[in-house]
């Protein structure tokens, strides 16, 4: 399989429950992010990741934890959720050091928190 | 100044026509500017992109327009069709791991 794979594509969850958000890249990339996608609003970037360590945390709640275990997987955990979390939740890879090669997104997760 | 400003929210074009989208930076520093294209339940990707050295760029029906001293840069699409219905993203990135995108613009293409 190529490209970015994120799972699940959908996700309800309440807001005391802990669920976890899977992105996989097999493009060789070495930085993946995470991307909140809100109706009307510019993407938001969350976290980045280059080799493994964090480089971006974008002033994001403590209830969204990310965990990046080797260059091709990103996770997101949620827990505690508050409605206003509902939305589009985007991963992407770079190839980090060549700027032009734009980015590669996943489908993206569907998160309503109810 | 770390914003992208894109215009128009929405735009209805008939099949045949020329789609025009608008975007505008205040940041001197960003050095690369791409288009990414939406389709629904699907991620962005990129369509297109230029770098400030330049003041147009062309893809098949895919153009864009890049004015340096006004800071604006602008997506054309010649002849849309109803297959380039989808959202359309300007962004803009300085390098580092930062892309700063527009708020998006939602393209219909009428038959």
């Known amino acids: 399989e190529t490209g970015v794979t994120q799972t699940p594509r959908h996700l309800v969850m309440g807001m005391t429950n802990k669920k976890s958000l899977k992105c996989e890249q097999h493009l060789g990339h070495n930085a993946m992010y995470w991307y909140k996608q809100s109706a009307k609003k510019p993407l938001e970037l969350m976290f980045v990741?280059?080799?493994?360590?964090?480089?971006e945390n974008n002033s994001v709640p403590s209830r969204f934890s990310p965990e990046c275990p080797n260059s091709s997987h990103l996770f997101l955990h949620l827990h505690t959720l508050q409605p206003e979390d509902s939305a589009l939740y985007l991963c992407a890879s770079s190839q980090g050091g060549r700027l032009y090669d734009g980015y590669t997104f996943g489908s993206g997760t569907r998160l309503t928190v109810v | 100044q770390q914003q992208v400003k894109q215009s128009p929210q929405s735009l209805i074009v008939q099949k045949g026509g020329i789609s025009i989208i608008n975007c505008a930076y205040e940041n001197t520093a960003f050095d690369y500017f791409p288009w990414y294209q939406q389709f629904p339940g699907k991620g962005p990707a990129l369509l297109i992109a230029?770098?400030?050295?330049?003041s147009e760029k062309k893809e098949g029906r895919f153009t864009i327009s890049f004015n340096k001293s006004a800071k604006q840069f602008s997506l054309h699409i010649m002849d849309s069709q109803p297959g380039d219905s989808a959202t359309y993203f300007c962004a803009a990135s300085s390098g580092g791991f930062k892309t700063i995108f527009g708020a998006g613009t939602r393209l219909f293409v009428k038959a």
């Open positions: 990741y280059s080799l493994e360590e964090r480089v």
């Open positions: 230029i770098r400030p050295d330049v």
